[in-house]
């Protein structure tokens, strides 16, 4: 014991040098913009990688019982299929509408399909790994969007992977219109409820009330007009006391997100 | 007095450092660094430890006027990290616990060197930390070596002119 507190007094100016470096690196890493978003790109790309790994590894393993699973739930579902889409056409009018009009929107675009690899989502800048980069066309400015509404921007590209801003980060403005009456508004979440964003500047002459829906407008440069966002919850009025601010229900769960597809031309 | 001489001396290179050469961009490439020069002039009976959190502290100061949090603290400390070793590679059995590093307690080919060498291990890891990315290698190859070449130059001009007042 004596010998190993005699080496550390010794040598303790490596200690301090280490710690020094440790401060000076963390500084560097987050106080700068530049070298904060390389370097944890570059983190992502290796997280990415052995998250992709072991989401490989485990699908392996699950394979027999996930098997058995479906052969089961196969059985029940046939039998269920005929009446849920009798009741569907019949109860759900207004879902199938939005569904046809985002296969409309995204018909003209070409797709490129891609997995979230990885997501933080309890941030007031949420963002999403995705398994597809540079090197299957991605590039960024593309929009990301799912099967049920948009998802985000992509802001950085690696060969194999990519960064997307997802519509829960402080930093996302995503021009929106009411949908029937045309009025533009800009989507930006607040933090807080991960399934309620807020549109701005939405003018106060607007003709908008609750359950209608949000989509893209055609003045967005990312996404094809008429993407469906989510429904008008709450109606508000700005900090300025000049326009609307719409809270609006996310069409799209975050959290339960796994297959996306990223927007290659609009 | 000696201490308040270090502690001037000090303050001044730093004064000199982020109100003046922060803002000068030799062809865009070149920044002249001087700040290396504390390194370079404290004597090797200083302890380590103490040259290591000097040299940290006067690089964040240099940090929070250039906007550039951690980059000159650690390329600094670094530098500090290495003065002992490298004295005690250049001198050998010539070293003495005292020795003040200069022209004529070292001889001046030595010092130049050693000087030269403080400044590039210093600049090599500023300039990585700024790069961070190395994609633009040959860019930030030619930067380092550019305000190297400009921050000794005036190091040794320094160096003389401090000689010659003490």
């Known amino acids: 014991m004596r010998s190993v507190i005699t080496f550390l007094v010794r040598e303790v100016h490596w200690l301090v040098f280490l710690l020094l470096e440790g401060v000076s690196l963390t500084l560097v890493v987050h106080g700068n913009h530049y070298q904060g978003s390389v370097f944890f790109t570059q983190t992502n790309v290796v997280v990415a990688g052995v998250q992709g790994i072991e989401r490989k590894l485990l699908r392996y393993a699950y394979l027999p019982e996930a098997n058995r699973e479906l052969t089961e739930r196969n059985v029940i579902m046939q039998k269920q299929i005929a009446d849920l889409r009798a009741a569907l056409t019949r109860l759900d009018h207004d879902s199938t509408e939005t569904e046809r009009m985002m296969a409309d929107s995204l018909r003209r675009c070409d797709l490129i399909p891609a997995k979230v690899v990885g997501r933080s989502i309890r941030n007031l800048d949420n963002t999403l790994t995705i398994d597809r980069g540079k090197d299957d066309g991605v590039a960024e400015g593309m929009g990301v969007v799912c099967g049920t509404g948009i998802v985000g921007i992509v802001t950085q590209v690696t060969q194999h992977h990519a960064e997307v801003m997802s519509i829960l980060n402080s930093q996302s403005n995503i021009t929106c219109r009411i949908r029937g009456s045309g009025y533009i508004g800009y989507l930006h979440w607040q933090g807080g409820n991960m399934l309620v964003s807020t549109m701005d500047d939405v003018p106060p002459h607007a003709r908008v009330r609750v359950g209608m829906a949000i989509e893209t407008s055609n003045y967005s440069q990312v996404f094809p007009a008429g993407l469906f966002v989510g429904r008008v919850i709450r109606i508000g009025t700005a900090p300025d006391g000049l326009s609307f601010r719409l809270f609006v229900q996310l069409s799209t769960d975050m959290a339960r997100l796994d297959d996306v597809m990223v927007v290659k031309n609009n | ?166």
């Open chain 2, 1 to 166: 007095m000696d201490i308040l001489r270090k502690s001037i001396e000090i303050l001044t290179l730093l004064a000199v450092q982020v109100l003046v050469l922060n803002h000068i961009h030799l062809g865009l490439y070149a920044l002249p660094l001087l700040t290396p020069l504390i390194v370079v002039w404290t004597s090797y009976d200083i302890s380590p430890v103490k040259l290591t959190v000097t040299a940290f502290l006067v690089g964040l100061i240099q940090d929070m006027f250039a906007g550039t949090p951690g980059i000159s603290a650690s390329a600094l400390t670094f530098a500090a990290f290495m003065q002992r070793p490298l004295l005690r590679l250049l001198m050998g059995k010539n070293l003495t616990d005292n020795l003040e590093p200069s022209p004529d307690s070292m001889g001046a080919l030595k010092f130049v060197f050693y000087a030269v060498m403080i400044f590039a291990l210093h600049h090599a890891v500023f300039f990585f930390l700024e790069d961070f990315r190395m994609i633009d290698v040959w860019g930030t190859f030619l930067s380092a070596l550019s305000s190297l070449l400009f921050s000794c130059g005036l190091a040794l001009l320094v160096d003389y002119v401090r000689r010659k007042k003490l």
